[in-house]
């Protein structure tokens, strides 16, 4: 008499439902859980590395050029753009003063800002020198070599002003750049001086707290 063969009834494992980013169910689990807020997810997506967003005038400025010029490559840079700009300004402007000394401001302050780090203190030095050069054309000097060097020497003192402006910001701007890289220095030796030191040995600020002052004992 053949008997047959019965399984055990198995029972089907059921998976949990998925937790929500709350940490309770989701939509589909136990009545009563918390529902699910867009915005969680809005937030927790976002990269954790991402920063602030940059400002556009800052991108621009990113993508402008950044040569890195000599003293002497400073100075010819702003005495030609100066002179261009000079006969741009005779040619279209029947030599305004005010149109020159506008655009002799960025010219002070590119020069500042191109000229290499070892060569900072010949951008206030230049950029006189340049607006001295730029003012010939628009000096409306008459005559020899005499009768344009007092026009010159005339225009250059009716137009101090703008001549001290951008000798200003041309000193500004090289004083903030070479603070700056005073300061890096000083972070790289600092940084270079605790790699430098070995793991056990305590830095100087930590021996000198420990060092504390010893009461003398009473006998």
């Known amino acids: 008499m053949e008997q047959h063969r019965t399984r055990p009834p198995q029972r089907r494992q059921t998976r949990p439902a998925p937790l929500s980013p709350l940490g309770t169910k989701g939509a589909e689990g136990a009545e009563g859980s918390?529902?699910?807020d867009p915005t969680v997810y809005r937030v927790m997506s976002a990269p954790a590395g991402r920063g602030?967003?940059?400002?556009?005038?800052?991108?621009?400025?990113r993508r402008l050029p950044n040569?890195?010029?000599?003293?002497?490559?400073?100075?010819?840079?702003?005495?030609?753009?100066?002179?261009?700009?000079?006969?741009?300004?005779?040619?279209?402007?029947?030599?305004?003063s005010a149109v020159f000394?506008?655009?002799?401001?960025?010219v002070s302050a590119l020069t500042a800002l191109w000229v290499r780090p070892a060569d900072l203190v010949t951008a206030p030095i230049s950029v006189p020198i340049a607006f001295a050069v730029?003012?010939?054309?628009?000096s409306g000097g008459t005559g020899g070599f005499g009768g344009q060097t007092m026009a010159v020497v005339t225009a250059?003192?009716?137009?101090?002003g703008w001549l001290y402006g951008g000798t200003l910001v041309a000193g500004l701007i090289a004083t903030v750049?070479?603070?700056?890289?005073?300061?890096?220095?000083?972070?790289?030796?600092?940084?270079?001086?605790?790699?430098?030191?070995?793991?056990?040995q305590p830095s100087p600020a930590a021996r000198a707290a420990g060092r504390t002052p010893r009461r003398p004992s009473r006998r």
């Open 67 to 96: 040569p890195r010029l000599t003293g002497i490559g400073a100075g010819l840079f702003a005495a030609a753009v100066m002179f261009v700009l000079g006969c741009a300004d005779w040619l279209l402007f029947d030599g305004s």
């Open 134 to 138: 730029g003012i010939i054309p628009i």
């Open 177 to 200: 750049r070479k603070v700056r890289l005073m300061r890096a220095r000083q972070r790289r030796m600092l940084l270079a001086a605790q790699t430098a030191r070995p793991a056990g």
């Open 101 to 106: 000394g506008v655009l002799f401001l960025p």
């Open 156 to 160: 250059l003192a009716v137009h101090a």
């Open 34 to 36: 918390l529902g699910e």
């Open 52 to 61: 602030r967003p940059v400002a556009p005038a800052v991108l621009a400025l």
